[in-house]
C-alpha cells in the first residue's frame, strides 16, 4: 500500500511559477512510476507528466511540455512537478499517482495509487 500526499499548490499570477511535490509512504518508492495528472472544473481528467522508476525517463503533455518539469528524489520518497509560464488554463485540481511499473504511463487506469489532489488557481 502506498499513499500519496500533494503539497505545494495555491494561488499564482499567469506567467508565474509554483512547484508541487508528492510525498509516498513506504519503503518501496523506487519501485513505482510517478505521474500527474490534473482535473479542470467541469472537465475529465487529464495526463500531465510521468516519470520512470530511475528518474531518467519522462513524459509531458503537449499543453505542458516546455512548461513543466517532472523529478524525482527517491532517498526522499518524492516527486516533483516544476510549472512555470504558468497560464489561466492550468488551473485544475492535480493528482499524483504511482504505477508498479518500470516506466509510467499517460492512460490514468494504468496507476496503482493516487494522491486526494491539490489545487492549482492561475488568475490572468
Known amino acids: 500500500q502506498v499513499q500519496l500526499v500533494e503539497s505545494g499548490g495555491g494561488l499564482v499570477q499567469a506567467g508565474g511559477s509554483l512547484r508541487l511535490s508528492c510525498a509516498a509512504s513506504g519503503r518501496t518508492f523506487s519501485s513505482y512510476a510517478m505521474g500527474w495528472f490534473r482535473q479542470a472544473p467541469g472537465k475529465e481528467r487529464e495526463f500531465v507528466s510521468t516519470?520512470?522508476?530511475?528518474?531518467?525517463?519522462?513524459d509531458y503533455a503537449d499543453s505542458v511540455k516546455g512548461r513543466f518539469t517532472i523529478s524525482r528524489d527517491n532517498a526522499k520518497n518524492t516527486v516533483y512537478l516544476q510549472m512555470n509560464s504558468l497560464k489561466p488554463e492550468d488551473t485544475a485540481v492535480y493528482f499524483c499517482?504511482?504505477?508498479?511499473?518500470?516506466?509510467?504511463?499517460?492512460?490514468?487506469?494504468?496507476?496503482?495509487?493516487w494522491g486526494q489532489g491539490i489545487q492549482v488557481t492561475v488568475s490572468s
Open positions: 516519470i520512470s522508476r530511475s528518474g531518467r525517463s519522462t
Open positions: 499517482a504511482a504505477r508498479r511499473e518500470f516506466y509510467g504511463s499517460r492512460v490514468e487506469d494504468e496507476y496503482d495509487y
